[in-house]
């Protein structure tokens, strides 16, 4: 359990690096980058070593019992600016899945590499062709690429998942900064700062040194469906800032009392507040001892109901601000782009259809699922 004082001090200086970050948003959108200056402050602040064990640097952010302490640090980074909440959602999954797995070798290079201001990040997204093991020689190496991978350019520490046969390895590579990227395939419609993009990592020798956990690991339950509640933190940080630009954008017009805007505002903090105790139940649920299956239902209804609040309050916030919410910079216009791009995530068919199963075939009351 982290010292009140700790969890305090992180907590403030996430709220301050995030409202940087919410100054900086507009500017990151219309170039398509974040400004280096706010990841400077992201290292200075603390939060890049947050995840990190004690015994390492950092402040337990990844450990069991910190889950919801990290839900509060991504929902306040969502609120901030999504594009710099992905990519610190992705630093974060990176440093735990090489706590989880990783040897205490490749913690402590890892927590060298970040203290001295490396960005990491888990690319697992690739093309029909995938990323390969191959042997050349007396040593192996990658052949193919990552697609869809965050922070290309900049990031220098990913974790990347690869295949051998059937068996997927995850390894944590070195990447130089000027290795080439392609991000000229990155045209969404929102999270544009994200820098993210193609990067082929064909010729990169792989061995034990790089190797992070066995194979399998990258696909362990309920780690990998079970931690979607964290991307949902992210979404619900925006949710709640979309709500609070609605609600001054009423006041400031005086177009509060109206009953329909009253309506959409009662639909916005209906939606916003049920999605806060789904993502923060699942949060708590994923740092305890209930089994996997378990965590991993709950996770996944999460997902749907997440997304659901989030369409719902871009809708309303939309209809009530009106055509204003639809011209830049207006932060309602970008955060609905970044907010309606993010919400797109693996599977979410199967997610809920796997939820509602897992209840179906259980024999719990519905109000202990
Ligand atoms: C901003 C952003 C940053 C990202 N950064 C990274 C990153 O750093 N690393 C990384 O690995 N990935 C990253 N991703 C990619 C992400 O992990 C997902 O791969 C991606 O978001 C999947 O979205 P999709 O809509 O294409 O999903 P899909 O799974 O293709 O879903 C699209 C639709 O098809 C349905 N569907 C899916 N499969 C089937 C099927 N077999 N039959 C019928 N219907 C199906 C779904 O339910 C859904 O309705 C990023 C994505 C975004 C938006």
């Not at 093309?127 to 020689?137: F, H, S």
């Not at 609040?309 to 009106?322: C, F, K, P, T, Y």
Request: glycine share 8%.
């Amino acid at each position: 359990m982290l010292a009140p004082t700790d969890i305090q001090l992180l907590l403030a200086r996430t709220e301050s690096f995030a409202a940087q970050a919410f100054e900086c948003a507009s500017a990151a959108d219309a170039d398509a980058a974040i400004d280096e200056t706010l990841w400077a402050e992201f290292h200075r602040s603390g939060l890049a070593m947050a995840a990190f064990p004690t015994s390492l640097g950092g402040l337990g952010l990844i450990e069991s019992n910190s889950q919801s302490d990290l839900c509060t640090v991504l929902r306040l980074l969502g609120a901030g600016d999504l594009s710099t909440a992905r990519l610190i959602e992705g630093h974060i999954n990176a440093i735990a899945l090489v706590c989880r797995y990783g040897t205490a070798a490749q913690q402590a290079s890892l927590a060298a590499d970040v203290r001295s201001g490396a960005l990491a990040a888990v690319w697992g997204a690739e093309d029909a062709a995938g990323l390969k093991i191959v042997r050349q020689g007396n040593h192996d190496e990658l052949r193919g690429r990552k697609i869809l991978a965050s922070g290309a350019g900049f990031v220098t520490q990913p974790i990347v998942t690869a295949k051998s046969g059937d068996d997927q390895y995850m390894f944590l590579l070195r990447i130089a900064p000027d290795h080439p990227v392609d991000l000229s395939g990155w045209t969404a419609q929102g999270m544009r700062s994200t820098a993210t993009g193609a990067i082929d990592l064909t010729g990169m020798r792989v061995g034990p040194d790089e190797q992070v956990g066995a194979a399998g690991d990258f696909m362990r339950q309920p780690y990998l469906s079970g931690g979607a509640w964290r991307f949902c933190a992210a979404h619900l940080g925006a949710m709640e800032r979309l709500v609070d630009l609605f609600r001054h954008h009423l006041v400031a017009r005086g177009r509060g009392e109206d009953p329909y805007q009253l309506q959409r505002i009662a639909a916005c903090v209906a939606a916003a507040r049920t999605a806060r105790f789904w993502v923060e139940e699942a949060a708590r649920r994923f740092g305890s001892e209930a089994d996997a299956e378990t965590i991993v239902a709950f996770a996944n209804m999460t997902r749907m109901v997440t997304e659901r609040s989030a369409l719902d309050i871009m809708e309303n916030v939309q209809r009530g601000v009106g055509l204003l919410a639809f011209i830049r910079p207006d932060p309602i216009e970008r955060i609905c782009r970044d907010l309606a791009t993010y919400l797109r995530q693996p599977v979410p068919d199967l997610a809920m259809s796997n939820a509602a199963r897992a209840w179906l075939n259980s024999s719990l009351p519905v109000g202990e699922f």
